[in-house]
């Protein structure tokens, strides 16, 4: 009576590794890494006023919501989220690459 319970949880065991183990690798190519430069964005942390004064007035302002007030600033090729006053997040807009077409 053990020794087919043992070969059940052997077994059960065995399947549960052999799942475990299966992944996909992605792999990007160096050259589209951060292929735009996150250093020009404003950093976590940063003022609105700090903000304005490198990069200017942006083109739109989406009005705080939720709670904590959350508000976001759309530049040309970038938007900042902020907290508050403080930056909490910043995202270069996404260009789609052209195909020539």
């Known amino acids: 009576m053990m020794k087919p319970l ?3 949880f052997a077994a059960t ?9 299966n992944a996909d690798t992605l792999q990007i190519p ?11 964005l404003p950093s976590h942390g940063s003022s609105t006023q700090t903000v304005l004064q490198r990069h200017g007035e942006p083109l739109k302002r989406q009005a705080a919501v939720g709670q904590p007030p959350i508000s976001r600033w759309d530049y040309a090729d ?3 989220y902020f907290e508050y006053d403080h930056v909490v997040h910043s995202v ?4 789609p690459a052209h195909s020539g077409e």
Not at 13 to 21: A, F, M, Y
Not at 30 to 40: P, R
Not at 92 to 95: E, K, L, S, Y
């Open 92 to 95: 270069h807009h996404h260009r």
């Open 13 to 21: 065991g065995l399947l549960l590794t052999v799942n475990l183990t």
């Open 78 to 80: 970038f938007s900042v």
């Open 6 to 8: 043992i070969a059940v």
């Open 30 to 40: 160096i050259g589209t890494q951060a292929s735009q430069n996150s250093a020009s």
